[in-house]
């Protein structure tokens, strides 16, 4: 964190240092994803995607088509590097598709 004299920060900073006090960091990613998944995926993909979820660095996909869910599983770590570099981070360390 970058300060500045008498204990003043930027509120970036302060954003920041927000969100990890209050672990809100993991919530916020989450919603990040399920609002840009469709504009990355496409609606056809989106159409099946029931949940999207965000734990501990995996991110949960539930499909709700066999041979979508199987796909999807061979593209799995394409759509971890196109979900990093949207959020500019690397919040997704592993994706699981169910």
Same mark, same amino acid.
């Not at 919530?27 to 501990?56: C, F, V």
């Not at 570099?85 to 592993?94: S, Y």
């Given at each position: 964190?970058?300060?500045?004299?008498?204990? @003043? #920060?930027?509120?970036?900073?302060?954003?920041?240092?927000?969100?990890?006090?209050?672990?809100? *960091? !993991? %919530? /916020?990613?989450?919603?990040?994803?399920?609002?840009?998944?469709? @504009? #990355?995926?496409?609606?056809?993909?989106?159409?099946?995607?029931?949940?999207?979820?965000?734990? *501990? !660095? %995996? /991110?949960?996909?539930?499909?709700?088509?066999a041979a979508l869910r199987q796909e999807l599983s061979?593209?799995?770590e394409k759509i971890q590097r196109l979900l990093n570099?949207?959020? !500019?981070?690397?919040?997704?360390?592993?994706v699981v598709i169910r």
């Open positions: 964190m970058e300060e500045r004299g008498n204990n @003043e #920060m930027s509120l970036k900073d302060a954003l920041k240092a927000m969100l990890e006090q209050y672990r809100l *960091k !993991g %919530k /916020l990613n989450q919603s990040r994803i399920r609002s840009k998944w469709e @504009e #990355m995926m496409g609606p056809t993909i989106a159409g099946y995607t029931t949940d999207i979820k965000l734990y *501990k !660095g %995996k /991110l949960f996909i539930t499909i709700n088509s061979y593209g799995k570099e949207e959020l !500019g981070e690397e919040a997704v360390q592993e």
